[in-house]
């Protein structure tokens, strides 16, 4: 959670902008906390260090697993949403539930049955949201059934319920200690049947595992600059899933033994930066731990996401633990 959030912040000033204008409006490429310019998009003049909706939604989906007693109760977590960005709302921020959350959570509220309402969503809400997921569960089908729960509502398309599984799956097989989690994740889904609505995009898992392997075989070869080229000109980095979260792995991947690079190459690269970056961070936090990044900049995330967010890290960490320890969530 605290990779999560550190990857959060360090995207935020970056996000939907391209990697030219992040190098016109930052002086280059990001290498630490800085605050959002004033051309920022999405989170214009926001302080160096402050998190985004993906921070804040996967303490949402936390705080209902934990008070659910891990058996997500979606109609109770569609209301948590909702309130969560009248919130946001009344805070004026623009930083605000996605387009497949925001269409389905719409839906909801005119009566769509839950099993409907996330039909067409095939953007990454839903796994950047699935750390606690990855943390309260151990690999294994109640896994498997708690990412779909956590996604149904809001992305219930192949694409949607592969990439929050893939996430959840691999923050939970790195806290059991496999190195190789990027891999067990991806093999891990592969093995599920698939559930879901189709859609004509891409699949998210063929598309992690391809820029997986490319890394593996050939992108640990190439610099930095090239390296990024391929991700924007052959991956993409937008919000589709397909995209940001295979971006994702492919970072995670070349990085692997130097997570506070990932995070900073993830927020220099363009498009959904906070995303790929909170996605990299929570995978590799899961593995090295906070202490695999730097000090510094992780002591100011989790400060001010105590002081501003007034979100508990610790205790709800603590909280998912349990629920991971208990013997009916093995």
């Known amino acids: 959670m ?3 959030a550190l990857g959060d912040a360090l995207g935020m000033p970056t996000q939907s902008m391209s990697a030219a204008d992040i ?12 605050n959002a310019v004033p051309q920022q998009p999405i989170a214009p003049n926001m302080k160096a260090g402050a998190v985004t909706d993906d921070t804040e939604q996967a303490f949402v989906l936390a705080q209902r ?4 007693g891990g058996h997500l109760d979606n109609a109770r977590y569609a209301r948590d949403l909702l309130q969560w960005e009248a919130d946001m709302k009344a805070k004026g921020s623009l930083d605000l539930l996605g387009p497949s959350t925001k269409a389905a959570l719409r839906k909801l509220t005119e ?17 950047m949201r699935a750390t606690p997921v990855g943390i309260a569960f151990r690999p294994g089908e109640a896994l498997a059934d708690a990412a779909w729960r956590s996604c149904v509502v809001t992305h219930n398309t192949v694409q949607g319920i ?3 599984t893939l996430v959840a799956s691999a923050v939970s ?16 889904v592969q093995a599920l049947p698939q559930r879901g609505n189709w859609s004509p995009k891409a699949s998210v898992l063929a598309r992690v595992r391809h820029f997986m392997d490319w890394v593996e075989q050939d992108g ?14 052959d991956c993409g980095t937008s919000v589709e899933s397909n995209e940001s979260v295979a971006a994702a792995f492919a970072i995670a991947t070349r990085f692997f033994d130097d997570p506070t690079r990932a995070l900073c190459f993830a927020a220099s690269i363009g498009g959904d930066t906070d995303t790929i970056a909170a996605i990299t961070g929570a995978m590799l936090g899961a593995w090295h731990g906070v202490q ?15 002081e501003d967010n007034h979100l508990d890290l610790k205790a709800t960490v603590s909280a998912l633990c349990a629920l991971r320890d208990a013997g009916d969530m093995c």
């Open 111 to 127: 009566g769509v049955s839950l099993e409907k309402t996330g039909r067409f969503g095939t953007t990454n809400g839903g796994a």
């Open 65 to 68: 697993l934990i008070e659910d």
């Open 292 to 306: 695999g990044f730097d000090a510094a900049m992780l002591d100011q995330v989790l400060s001010q996401l105590a």
């Open 173 to 188: 097989f790195a806290i059991e200690g496999e190195r190789d989690f990027l891999h067990r994740a991806v093999n891990f």
């Open 23 to 34: 190098r016109r409006y930052y002086g280059g490429s990001i290498t630490r906390l800085v």
């Open 162 to 164: 592969e990439s929050t």
């Open 2 to 4: 605290a990779g999560l």
């Open 220 to 233: 640990r070869k190439v610099g930095d600059d090239e390296f990024a080229l391929t991700l924007q000109r």
